[in-house]
């Protein structure tokens, strides 16, 4: 008797979360993310920017291809 009392217990809990749960994602979708810069960004920032995520990925492509090479 007990133990058919705590599984119902569980079960309502559980539907009463399944229920709500859809809240959260609406939630967010809801929220204004909008973000404004404080400035514009200059051609040498997006330059400089360029070339900091080249130069990143040489590093890490050439240890990747060594290992490519020597398998």
């Known amino acids: ?3 058919e009392r705590v ?3 569980v079960r ?3 539907y009463k979360l399944k229920n ?3 809240v959260i994602p609406i939630t967010l979708m809801m929220m204004q993310t909008k973000v404004f ?5 200059s051609t040498a920032e997006v330059n400089q920017a360029t070339e ?3 130069n990143a990925v040489i ?6 291809r ?3 090479s020597v398998c």
């Open 1 to 3: 008797m007990r133990m």
């Open 7 to 9: 599984k119902e217990n």
């Open 12 to 14: 309502k809990v559980f």
């Open 20 to 22: 709500k749960i859809w």
């Open 37 to 41: 810069a404080s400035g514009s960004i």
């Open 52 to 54: 900091n995520i080249k």
């Open 59 to 64: 590093k890490l492509a050439m240890p990747i």
């Open 66 to 68: 060594w290992n490519f």
